[in-house]
């Protein structure tokens, strides 16, 4: 019977993240992982992994790599565990490898100690890490400027009261055009963005504040039913479990 264990360990120094999900059923609507490249490998079971409308079957020991911005989608149609390699763009760009390669050494030496994956998966990842570092893939796509200086401010300030008709005006186009001009450059629609964004933002908050309340209110919800739903539909957890689930080294 499927679980859906979900452990997060967190290096805090970097930010970068591991993710394991242990017999999960979970299935992932449409998102991207904005500045955030994900490296990940299948330990057991298979997924449906979707990038740019291309279906591919993932099935054990076999990784995939998700740039930052891209839009994609994961379908399970049965229980599979999966390992993900989460590095923000900003740590790439500003932090030597030597230093990148020794944080992730020690967060996957953590996931092996505790028996969450093998030798020969940790070269699996180490490896395909190697190959991004000289791929052209990783220079991040060019945006038109107001969408670029939209989606700057989204990313920062998730929380802002700003609707998708607010953005129109300030980008002085009809809304439907702004609408569909957003979702071809960027792969999602504002508001979509906005949301994600939000939830982002409330998983870097939720181990700095007391209550899901006062997460939910710092992030731009004024209603939490609707926080927690939306976190559990992005994250894979309600908030609360999120919490219990994440550790920090």
Not at 5 to 11: K, S, T
Not at 125 to 148: C, F, G, M, P
């Amino acid at each position: 019977m499927a679980t859906n264990n979900i452990r997060y360990l967190y290096n805090a120094e970097t930010g970068i993240e591991l993710i394991f999900c242990k017999n999960s059923t979970i299935s992932y609507p449409l998102h991207n992982h904005v500045s955030v490249l994900t490296i990940g490998i299948i330990l057991d079971g298979s997924v449906v992994l979707t990038i740019n409308q291309e279906a591919r079957i993932y099935q054990p020991n076999k990784t995939f790599v998700i740039f930052p911005y891209v839009p994609h989608s994961i379908s399970a149609h049965d229980s599979y565990t999966l390992l993900s390699l989460c590095i923000d763009k900003d740590v790439i760009n500003n932090v030597d490898v030597t230093t990148i390669q020794k944080h992730i050494t020690l967060l996957l030496i953590q996931a092996l100690n505790i028996g969450k994956i093998n030798q020969y998966q940790i070269l699996q990842l180490l490896n395909r890490l190697d190959e991004i570092a000289v791929s052209s893939e990783w220079q991040l796509k060019k945006h038109t400027l107001y969408i670029h200086n939209l989606k700057k401010q989204l990313e920062l300030y998730p929380e802002c009261k700003l609707t998708v008709d607010e953005m129109a005006q300030n980008a002085f186009i009809s809304k439907y055009h702004f609408i569909r001009s957003f979702k071809a450059e960027v792969g999602l629609t504002p508001h979509q963005f906005q949301i994600q964004n939000r939830i982002r933002k409330a998983q870097r908050l939720i181990h700095k504040t007391e209550t899901i309340t006062e997460v939910a209110l710092t992030t731009g919800f004024c209603d939490q039913s609707h926080f927690i739903k939306q976190f559990e539909k992005y994250v894979g957890l309600p908030p609360l479990a999120y919490k219990s689930s994440s550790g920090t080294i």
